[in-house]
């Protein structure tokens, strides 16, 4: 493993990083690069309270990021995950990249500015159908997808296709809810006329807050303005709401409302970041709330050579409070964190972090913002001017500025640019955490994953009643995206469930070019036929032939395996059967499974099992059950939901008393 030694290792290249690297090059002159080492997972810090806009294609997303080794220029700049941190070893293991092995970074001090993450796994459905704003790629999809549902609507003649896509929900009504909002409602309002197909009455976009007013940062008054402002302009906003689920068509808030759209954006649900949760855990740091809590010089407690500031720590205040995780608050640490650390190289005593907040701004769009300045509330025009020179004066380097100042000129001038790139973001495997009751999908939604359960369990219901309830291992989904229909059940979580979701992209290449993979998901996607799909497949055979019983067509001299076989007796059971399955039975008679032959062939090569093996220790597949006095019709509905062609037959305490064959009933139909 390659190893570079460096007196002092900054984790982040957001604002406390970067803006901590930049004191530490000014204080060290020439000596930067072999004293600072600045490690982050992008190679451009991003400005991001000027996402959202990039989102309503107001800037370039080139110009809301600045390479960092150009404002950290002088010091070592390595890109790259970070994998481990050895606090004894005083090391740092990363990830420089997929093609390049681990990498180690010594240091004498450590300063952790890695912010922290986004966590939507709460909202069922947000992860697989919402979108974030957290990078840059998520603001520039955004921005493809709004644009991408006009022009799906301007073709679209059905009224509640059109009303769906044309329906917007963002979700938080902090800076960045608001500001995102009210970039889209400017994008839509923008480009209208570009559209003529399309009503601008139709347009609608809804702000879900869980607060009793906007902004809270800045003040009821202040709050209730903007409120008011967005509710003139058209707006629609939800106080004192949630959203407590979404679906590919459909958000669902805690008030009962249910918004049918195929759009929903939250700017909630900031987490601790997993590498800091593992210092956390690991080491016992003090914390607060996930952030690491500091000294008011920023040294994090405990220790004299780690350090902590930016959205990852609890830097406290004057007052007793503890810093923000804003902007403004994360640059200024940065630049005095960089001098503490020279300061303690040297002997010299460290400064407390003391910074007052400067105000607060925030825009809604339409040319309107509003904010609290140095005391002073400004809204309207005035508050729009201050937003944009304060916005533009905080974004780092001369080239960025002057970039951002032309390119809002020439908006004044032009329309926006709606050129639609495909920049989708692939996500092949995604977890999806849910809670009893949640919905997953609803009929007729649009069908987008394939799903396995890792825990838990989901009922599949088609309102005619249940259709079958999943377990852990199972799947469920297949058959709409390899029909290529909408969803043609409910699927809802009976208790707390994790879900593993594979992306329609990836489960159509996977299906298509792997045989094995392909067959055998055609055959379990039959499980999830309707109950009027089962009764068109039973009533091929004629009336009379339904209403004959099953303990007419049964096989009574079944041969079974126990659970206490040898692997070398069921051999000889299953050649002496001619069989390939066989059902497995307890000391009772009770059935525990099918057991198949290639199974245990695939076992023993695997070396998972010995010919002195017990038939219990292997995986065997669940049976379908039926009663003697069943109908023939009633067996059709069971085999057609199912891609097992053989059932057991129970008495009326479990025990397996023979099996019936679909084999059977198909030639006795025919004949």
């Not at 530490?24 to 991003?46: K, P």
């Not at 500015?113 to 974030?132: F, K, N, T």
């Not at 963002?170 to 970039?183: F, L, M, P």
């Not at 702000?207 to 629609?236: D, F, N, T």
Request: aromatic fraction near 8%.
């Amino acid at each position: 493993m390659d190893t570079y030694s460096f007196p002092i290792v900054i984790l982040g290249g957001g604002f406390a990083g970067a803006y901590c690297a930049r004191a530490l090059r000014s204080g060290l002159q020439e000596s930067a690069d072999q004293n600072v080492a600045l490690l982050a997972d992008q190679n451009a810090m991003l400005f991001h309270p000027m996402l959202a806009e990039v989102s309503g294609s107001s800037i370039s997303p080139l110009h809301v990021v600045n390479p960092l080794r150009l404002f950290c220029r002088g010091c070592s700049v390595f890109m790259g995950t970070v994998d481990d941190i050895d606090l004894e070893q005083k090391a740092v293991n990363f990830l420089p990249g997929p093609f390049a092995p681990p990498a180690k970074l010594t240091f004498e001090h450590l300063v952790l500015a890695i912010g922290s993450v986004v966590d939507v796994s709460r909202v069922p459905g947000m992860p697989e159908h919402g979108y974030l704003m957290k990078t840059v790629g998520d603001a520039i999809r955004l921005r493809s997808d709004v644009l991408e549902r006009l022009e799906a609507a301007s073709t679209m003649t059905q009224e509640p296709i059109r009303r769906k896509l044309l329906t917007f929900v963002v979700v938080g009504g902090g800076y960045s809810g608001v500001e995102t909002a009210g970039q889209i409602w400017d994008l839509l309002r923008d480009v209208q006329r570009l559209y003529p197909r399309i009503n601008p009455k139709e347009f609608r976009l809804i702000l879900v807050h869980s607060g009793a007013y906007l902004l809270p940062q800045i003040g009821e008054e202040l709050g209730k303005y903007c409120e008011l402002q967005l509710r003139k302009r058209g707006i629609e906003v939800r106080l004192n709401a949630r959203v407590t689920a979404i679906t590919a068509e459909r958000a669902i808030l805690n008030t009962g409302e249910i918004v049918e759209t195929n759009t929903v954006v939250t700017t909630v649900g900031n987490a601790t970041h997993p590498v800091i949760k593992k210092l956390i855990d690991r080491y016992h740091l003090p914390s607060n709330k996930g952030r690491l809590s500091t000294e008011p010089t920023m040294q994090v407690k405990g220790y004299t050579n780690l350090w902590s500031a930016g959205d990852c720590s609890a830097v406290p205040l004057a007052d007793g409070s503890v810093s923000p995780a804003t902007a403004q608050f994360a640059m200024r640490q940065g630049t005095l964190l960089g001098k503490n650390i020279l300061a303690a190289r040297n002997g010299q005593p460290l400064e407390p972090f003391r910074f007052k907040s400067l105000g607060e701004m925030a825009s809604f769009g339409h040319r309107n913002a509003v904010g609290k300045v140095l005391g002073f509330k400004v809204s309207g025009f005035l508050g729009w001017l201050m937003w944009r020179a304060t916005y533009l004066s905080k974004l780092p380097g001369l080239e960025q500025k002057a970039k951002v100042f032309f390119e809002w000129s020439l908006e004044l001038l032009f329309p926006r640019d709606i050129s639609l790139l495909n920049v989708k973001m692939t996500e092949v495997i995604g977890r999806v955490h849910l809670e009893k009751g949640d919905p997953i999908y609803h009929i007729g939604d649009a069908a987008f994953s394939f799903y396995l359960i890792e825990k838990g369990s989901v009922k599949i219901d088609d309102h005619a009643g249940s259709v079958r309830t999943l377990g852990p291992g199972e799947h469920f989904g297949e058959r709409e995206l390899l029909q290529n229909t909408k969803r043609q059940f409910d699927a809802t979580a009976l208790e707390p469930t994790t879900l593993i979701a594979l992306d329609e992209t990836t489960f159509e290449a996977l299906t298509k070019n792997s045989l094995t993979l392909g067959y055998y998901l055609n055959r379990s996607s039959v499980k999830y036929l309707t109950l009027e799909e089962r009764k068109a497949i039973a009533d091929r055979t004629s009336p009379s032939f339904r209403q004959k019983r099953v303990d007419d067509f049964m096989r009574r001299d079944a041969i079974v395996l126990r659970e206490t076989d040898s692997i070398l007796a069921a051999l000889k059971t299953f050649k002496q059967a001619g069989a390939t399955i066989l059902p497995v039975v307890d000391n009772e008679m009770r059935c525990k499974g099918w057991l198949r032959l290639d199974l245990v062939f695939d076992w023993m090569h695997q070396g998972k099992a010995q010919l002195e093996s017990t038939v219990s220790q292997l995986r065997r597949l669940p049976c379908i059950s039926m009663r003697p006095e069943n109908s023939i019709e009633q067996a059709l509905l069971q085999f057609a939901q199912t891609p097992d062609r053989e059932a057991i037959v129970v008495n009326d305490g479990g025990q397996l008393i023979g099996t019936l064959a679909l084999l059977d009933l198909i030639l006795a139909a025919a004949a």
